[in-house]
């Protein structure tokens, strides 16, 4: 079945650049995404990559698709602490209807 | 701007009381969902509706029931609220199975 995996928690300290990792288990993922959520409130769209692309660059956020490994990562850089919040991996495994696949989100922490 | 509003914030209810929360979005998108989000649980899914008048189950429909009467609101129940049912609810919409937006998410506690 589907599955996106993340790790729980990332500490980095203000200046440094933030990577966040994501797992998925379905290879017939049309689009990729990432979802930021400040304390409180709902999830916002961060940016998002379609399956054939393997990256994307939208100022100081990169995302990076490894196909073959099934692996998603999304690149901050000079994190700064507005920047700390959850950040949640989610895939669209098919065209039509089905429901986004939410990771457990990662908690980006960022010291000043 | 996409716009998904959740008309409560904060709500506090007792056990045993029938509990409604609306979401009403405006951007004539076909697709709705409610999530509910605990610590270390992430976000499930608990229905979700493609059309008016029509629901899906999620993950986790045990104890919810939905209704779409209109396009643009999503309504969930809790017909008989109790105390593992606290927690966030987030509601969200789409065009289709792709990109969703969501609202800025209701707390609920049960006393």
């Known amino acids: 079945g589907e599955d996106v995996e993340q790790s729980l928690f990332l500490s980095v300290r203000e200046g440094d650049s933030s990577v966040i990792n994501c797992t998925y288990t379905d290879s017939s993922s049309t689009y990729l995404y990432w979802y930021k959520q400040e304390p409180g409130a709902g999830l916002q769209l961060l940016t998002y990559i379609f399956s054939n692309m393997d990256m994307k660059q939208d100022q100081r956020l990169t995302v990076l698709l490894n196909k073959k490994d099934k692996h998603l990562s999304l690149r901050i850089a000079d994190t700064q602490t507005g920047d700390s919040a959850i950040y949640f991996c989610a895939e669209a495994v098919n065209s039509g209807n089905t429901p986004l696949v939410f990771g457990k989100g990662t908690r980006l922490s960022v010291i000043a | 701007d996409v716009k998904v509003t959740q008309s409560s914030r904060y709500l506090v209810k007792r056990t045993g009381e029938k509990v409604f929360l609306e979401c009403v979005q405006d951007m004539d998108h076909e697709n709705m969902f409610w999530y509910r989000q605990d610590p270390g649980l992430g976000l499930r899914l608990i229905y979700f509706?493609?059309?008016?008048?029509?629901?899906e189950k999620g993950d986790i429909p045990e104890g919810y029931s939905v209704s779409r009467e209109k396009k643009e609101r999503f309504s969930l129940i809790l017909e008989s609220a109790s105390t593992n049912q606290t927690s966030m609810y987030l509601c969200?919409?789409?065009?289709?199975?792709?990109?969703?937006?969501f609202g800025e998410g209701s707390w609920l506690t049960v006393v």
């Open positions: 969200a919409s789409s065009w289709t199975s792709n990109t969703i937006y």
């Open positions: 509706s493609y059309d008016v008048k029509m629901k």
